[in-house]
């Protein structure tokens, strides 16, 4: 039985953060990438998490 992986958003404006952050949780979780709050703030309100 393969689980799967939860999901993590990653919100910042460095590249080289998005870069070592994703590096780090990629083999964990499914990792989504915002480069501000404004963006982030929109996917969210498009994929509500499930579960809450």
């Known amino acids: ?3 799967e992986k939860q999901t993590v958003l990653v ?7 998005i870069v070592l ?7 964990l979780y499914q990792v989504k990438v915002a480069i ?3 963006k ?3 996917m969210i ?5 499930t579960g809450l």
């Open 1 to 3: 039985m393969t689980r």
């Open 11 to 17: 919100v910042d404006d460095n590249p080289d953060n």
């Open 36 to 38: 501000n709050g404004a």
């Open 40 to 42: 982030a703030i929109a």
């Open 21 to 27: 952050i994703n590096g780090l949780l990629r083999q």
């Open 45 to 49: 309100a498009k994929n509500q998490p």
